[in-house]
T-cell receptor, first 114, second 112 residues
Framework: DAGVIQSPRHEVTEMGQEVTLRCKPISGHNSLFWYRQTMMRGLELLIYFNNNVPIDDSGMPEDRFSAKMPNASFSTLKIQPSEPRDSAVYFC????????????FGPGTRLLVL | AQSVTQLDSQVPVFEEAPVELRCNYSSSVSVYLFWYVQYPNQGLQLLLKYLSGSTLVKGINGFEAEFNKSQTSFHLRKPSVHISDTAEYFCAVITGGQNFVFGPGTRLSVLP
């Protein structure tokens, strides 16, 4: 199994630009999570999906952030427009509800907004 | 709402010494508990988890943790650490739903 796949692994962009982060969950998993990790705030849950439906987006910082899951094998997290304070590592994780609840994390996308 | 406390932000320890990383949670209902490890520039990996049954849980890399309901704790232990155990360790709790709550993390530094 390839595990959770995220792309790109690194992204450097300028303030005001649109950023799109991508995630492919583990095949067969039915829940997907987006996290943000910073030194100041630690690991924060941004949003999670169950069967492609957003269940809890209370962690999304503001309207500049949006996430979609058009099918069971793909999700995107978009930031538009990006700001320097969005610089962080963004992780995607997936799990199988009723399958031990373990979340499996991708390698993360390291985002730097200049 | 549940919360997770990891009192020690950093734990330095010499190689081959024992280590305990503390985790306490607040919840009045049944919980599932997890320990994850994050090596530098990598994602989080599951070390072990408690869902039910025996309160002593064994995980990968020689780690174990004990669930103590009365003390609402889930401390992580290893009898003899290696340099390769240097990493950040996160305790997490989930009660129903799928919403993990992660602790702030403990940075374990194993010294030669």
């Amino acid at each position: 199994d390839a595990g959770v796949i995220q792309s790109p692994r690194h992204e450097v962009t300028e303030m005001g630009q649109e950023v799109t982060l991508r995630c492919k969950p583990i095949s067969g998993h039915n829940s997907l999570f987006w996290y943000r990790q910073t030194m100041m705030r630690g690991l924060e849950l941004l949003i999670y999906f169950n069967n492609n439906v957003p269940i809890d987006d209370s962690g999304m910082p503001e309207d500049r952030f949006s996430a979609k899951m058009p099918n069971a094998s793909f999700s995107t997290l978009k930031i538009q427009p990006s700001e320097p304070r969005d610089s962080a590592v963004y992780f995607c994780a997936s799990s199988l509800v009723g399958g031990g609840e373990t979340q499996y994390f991708g390698p993360g996308t390291r985002l730097l907004v200049l | 709402a549940q919360s997770v406390t990891q009192l020690d932000s950093q734990v330095p320890v010499f190689e081959e010494a024992p280590v305990e990383l503390r985790c306490n949670y607040s919840s009045s209902v049944s919980v599932y508990l997890f320990w994850y490890v994050q090596y530098p520039n990598q994602g989080l990996q599951l070390l072990l988890k408690y869902l039910s049954g025996s309160t002593l849980v064994k995980g990968i890399n020689g780690f174990e943790a004990e669930f103590n309901k009365s003390q609402t704790s889930f401390h992580l232990r290893k009898p003899s650490v290696h340099i390769s155990d240097t990493a950040e360790y996160f305790c997490a709790v989930i009660t129903g739903g799928q919403n993990f709550v992660f602790g702030p993390g403990t940075r374990l530094s194993v010294l030669p």
